[in-house]
Each structure stands twice: as C-alpha cells, then as structure tokens.
C-alpha cells in the first residue's frame, strides 16, 4: 500500500521488508525492523523527500507519445481456422460471430490501404505486418507464402521499411514447406497449451524437424490449473531455447478462471519459483534467467525493475498497432475481433476522434492507474483483457491483472534484492548480456540510502 | 582531499581547493564540482532520479 497520501509504497514479501518511490522507481530493502516504525519512517521519508524522492514529477516529466494513429504494426487475421481448439483462445470468441475468411487478393488490399494509410498520413515509421493471430499458421501457410512474396516485390516502392514476421504455431502438422522456411528464417515460435498432453508430446517431436541453428521459442499460456513453474521451465528448456509464459486473458466462465484462490495459487507458485532459482548456481542461475523469453511476464518485471523503465503506455494498440478482421474493419489488436465497440472503422474512414474513444492514451488519463505504486512498470491495464471480462473500457481497473502484476513485481524485486546479496554481478551481467541499462547503481539498503542524505 | 563518501557507484568528496566534487567511481568521471556539500548531494539524487520514460515497443502483449 501507499503510505497514507505520500508517494511511498512500503511492502513485504516473504518476511522481507521493502520501500519503493514509484516516480524514480527506486527500490530499497528495509534490513532493520526499527525502520519500520511510523516515526522513523516518517523521518526517513521527509529527508529523502527533501532530494526530490518520493514526490511526484509526472506532469512535467511525461511525454505524451501518441497524439495520432501512426500505424506502425499491422495483423491481419484471414480466418479462425485451426486443428487445436484450446479453451483460452480468444478466437473461440470470434468463431461466435463470423465465418468469413479473407482470400489472398483481399489480403493483398488491405495491405494496400495500409500503406496508403501511411503514405497518406506522411507517416515514415517501418510497418510489421503479421497474420494469423487469430487462426493456425500451418493450415494456409501457402497464403503467407504469397503475402511474404507480394511484400518483398512492392516493400521497395516504400520509403520506409516493410517487414513481415510469423506468428507462433501449435506445431501440431505442417509441411515440408514451413520446414524449408523456418530454417532460413532461423526462429520459431511456438504456442503451447501445457496442459495438453498430446500437443505435448508431438511438439516435441516436430521440433526435430528443424535444424539447430533455428532458435525455438516456447510461449506458453500461463493458467490457473498449472503448478510447478520451475519444472515447467526446465523441462521445456530441455527442447526449445527460450521460453515465455504469460497469464491467459479469459472471461469468468473460463475452464480454469482466476479466482481469489486461484490467485492465491499462482502467488506461492510464482514464490516457490523464485526460491527454485535462487538454489541453483550462480551460473545456472544466469543461464535460466537468459532463457526466458521476451514476452515472459516475470523477465518483463525483471528487466523493467532493472532498468527502471517507465511505461506510460501499456502496448501499442490502438496507437500503432491494428488487427484486421475478415470484416475488413480495423480493431485495436487481435484480442478485440468483432467487437463492436472496440472497432475503429476501416483504412478508408479512419479518423483520431473515433480512436480517442476506443482507448485513452495514456496513463495518466486512467485516474485509478494514478494511485498504484508500480503503474510505471505496468504501464495500465490490458483493453483486451477487461473486454474478456465484461469490464467497460471507461473503467481502468481489472483487479485480476493487478493482482498478477503485482504478484509478478514483488517477486522480482525479492529475487533481484536476493540476487544482489548473493553476487551483484549476476545482475549487472544479465543487465549485460540482455542488452538492457544496470540502472540500480545505488545502495539496495535503504539504511545506507538515508545515511548518506543525511 | 577529505575522505569520500560513497553512494552505490556515485561518490562525493571535497578536494584541495575547496570544492565539492561528485564523481562516478565505476568510470571516473567526474560528473561536477560543487560549492557545497548540500549541491553535490542534490545532484546525485537528481541523477538517481532520472528515468527516461519509455513505451513499448512490441506487439507482444
């Protein structure tokens, strides 16, 4: 919790005591239990309070970074065909409404009209372009082939760069074309559903399909029924090179909702977790926090605590990035298909005014976002997944994703305070290796911290 | 040259000539001189402070 109305928040995990200015996002470990004391921390907190800590800078200090849509990232979802039907998918919503598929001249079009979109709006930023989030890549890759090619034909008549890039596959069959491609593309990323044994085990096998020099990426669903993340971890990262799990974002009537105990559940997991890594050696150790991958919720958490990123926007959505359906009309991302309140037209009507509706942009604009001690690290919540849970976008809670991030943020700031303890070097060559800014080059005990400001 | 005060990779001392001086201990740089103590110690905290602030910049959600 804040404390009181100072822009302090004081926490514990696992019998640790901390101290965070969520405006610097600095972070102290409290090692003496005198410091806990209302007067002494109040003390502390004036001194500190006196350098400029603990106060509250944003309004001068935050950029506003969208003021328009500049369409930099761009997913077309032709159809929701798939051989899996996995009961956190967010397609299974978007089967409800539409049967449509887009062809590949439809396809073609709307890359098109994206690219006059830019052009129109004079917009110089390099344009991704992705398909198949909302369906299986494998069942009409020869579909991507032809949009691959068609964009390496017209990406020279640009004067910003095009790229295309896959989206993860269930690696459940495939061709010996995807083979032949994914091994000169050189990465793979695949969806797994862990709880499905049978996807399990085939995955398995197929991954021997490709050559070594393939990096292989495992993303993993992350639900309320899995246990064990430790395990979970190290027997993936016997077959693929990195993994990433991340919550599923799913309504209340789900298979496996989150729940209160659920919740719960998933805290002492993610806290065995962390004392599972902090068994291992200091090399081993280094290694397994490498291997998890970009789009791991506890690396996001590592490397933003690390590096004390600011978030003030939680993802591109809306902004930057569009998802087309085979309605042809635009959506914030994949998650929202055929929802109408969430779309914002088509490349031909699209105007600012109807954006600023569908998502406020930026998170000073979420007034309960302003009172969380860790919304910098967040960012603010996820659109998508208050829309999976009926909560209306004007609200800017979703108690479920608040609780798991900061689940998420206590944990890491316990392990990287432990791994600090243990051998600072762990984290400064992580920091390193990642290519991320070591930016806690100040004493972690907030005793020392005050001594020298005193 | 009094004795230096270190904060994490930042440490301040006063030199022959009176000044306050704040360096990085890590890179030796001397990031500024100061008339008194009060400044030199402000200018870590505003160093410490400093946080660009950043976006994502992925569609990975």
Known sequence: MLVSDKEMFVFSQNGENFVLDPNSQLFWRITSELILDSDVLENNYSKLLNYGFFKNHNQTKEKKLFSQFDLSNLVINPSTKCNLDCWFCYSNQYKNYNSNELNLKEIKSIIQKALDFKIRNKSNSPLSISMFFASEITIDFNIFLEVWEYIEDIKVDYNFPIYMFLPPTNLMDFSNDFVEFIDKYGYLAVSLNFLNEKQRKTVVQNLNRFENTVEKHCILPLNAHMTSFFDIYTQLLNHFDCVSMRPVRIPHDSRYPWTQDSLELFSKNMQTLVFNLLDLNDEELLQMLLSLGSSDYFVRYLDRIISRAKYTERCPAGKRAAAVNPDFRLYPCSGFIEIEEYSFGTFDDLNNADLNKVISSNLNSKPECKECPIRFYCGGPCEDWKSKLNISKFESVNHIECTINLIYFKNSIFLISKLYEKNPEILTNYAKEKGIEYMLSYPLNFEDFVLFFS | ?61
């Open chain 2, 1 to 61: 040259m009094s004795d230096k005060e270190k904060c994490g990779d930042f440490e301040i001392f006063k030199d022959e000539n009176g000044w306050w001086i704040v360096e990085n201990s890590i890179t030796n740089d001397i990031i500024g001189k100061f008339q008194n103590k009060e400044d030199a110690l402000n200018e870590i905290a505003s160093i410490l402070q400093r946080v660009e602030d950043l976006s994502e910049n992925e569609s990975v959600c």
